[in-house]
T-cell receptor
Framework: AQSVAQPEDQVNVAEGNPLTVKCTYS??????LFWYVQYPNRGLQFLLK??????LVKGSYGFEAEFNKSQTSFHLKKPSALVSDSALYFC?????????????FGTGTSLTVIP | GAGVSQSPRYKVAKRGQDVALRCDPI?????LFWYQQALGQGPEFLTY????????KSGLPSDRFFAERPEGSVSTLKIQRTQQEDSAVYLC?????????????FGDGTRLSIL
């Protein structure tokens, strides 16, 4: 079974400080991993993805994510948080060995950046 | 169009009524997905199309839910005899290719409220 866990419902960070949003996954094969951001009353916007290769993936708006196979984690990071980063963040996984194409999403983490 | 377009953005219906939600994917995108997002949750997969073929409908919660994409572009999600538990945001996503690591591009969703 494929699944994604986001252990923190809420993350608060001061503006200018580094931020981390955690994600762990469970798939039978080597996963494709994604991060999306959702602003109020909007759809999900793609931030970055991991396919293979370098464990540190860089994405949009200064975000990056670190893939750790031994810990089955794919944490989202940013060196310096902005107030405008406040939003809902979703981690998603797709198992390429599965013929289905859907993504499995976590329950989301609400990030608040405090001015 | 530039992005995935969904209409209506908001729909209020009385319990027992039928509703139809429309998705206009990015031009040329082969894959189309429907997700249901309950309040405070991540998107849950409903169904998937490759062109006009509905290849996976395992996520549809009941036989009251029906989706179609007759010409391989616009898709409609229909819910018959709506129930209060159908209240959610319905997200449509499209992707250029079949499978692989390509991200899915989401519309802003239709917020369905059943009274």
């Amino acid at each position: 079974a494929q699944s994604v866990a986001q252990p923190e419902d809420q993350v608060n960070v001061a503006e200018g400080n580094p931020l981390t949003v955690k994600c762990t996954y469970s798939v039978s094969g080597n996963p494709y991993l994604f991060w999306y951001v959702q602003y109020p009353n909007r759809g999900l916007q793609f931030l970055l993805k991991y396919i293979t290769g370098d464990n540190l993936v860089k994405g949009s708006y200064g975000f990056e994510a670190e893939f750790n196979k031994s810990q089955t984690s794919f944490h989202l990071k940013k060196p310096s948080a902005l107030v405008s980063d406040s939003a809902l963040y979703f981690c998603a996984v797709r198992d390429p060995s599965n013929t289905g194409n859907q993504f499995y999403f976590g329950t989301g983490t609400s990030l608040t950046v405090i001015p | 169009g530039a992005g995935v377009s969904q209409s209506p953005r908001y729909k209020v219906a009385k319990r027992g009524q039928d509703v139809a939600l429309r998705c206009d994917p990015i031009s040329g995108h082969v894959s189309l997905f429907w997700y249901q997002q309950a309040l405070g949750q991540g998107p849950e997969f409903l169904t998937y199309f490759q062109n006009e073929a509905q290849l996976d409908k395992s996520g549809l919660p009941s036989d009251r839910f029906f989706a179609e994409r007759p010409e391989g572009s616009v898709s409609t999600l229909k819910i018959q005899r709506t129930q209060q538990e159908d209240s959610a945001v319905y997200l449509c996503a499209s992707s250029l290719a079949v499978g692989g690591p390509r991200p899915q591009h989401f519309g802003d969703g239709t917020r369905l409220s059943i009274l």
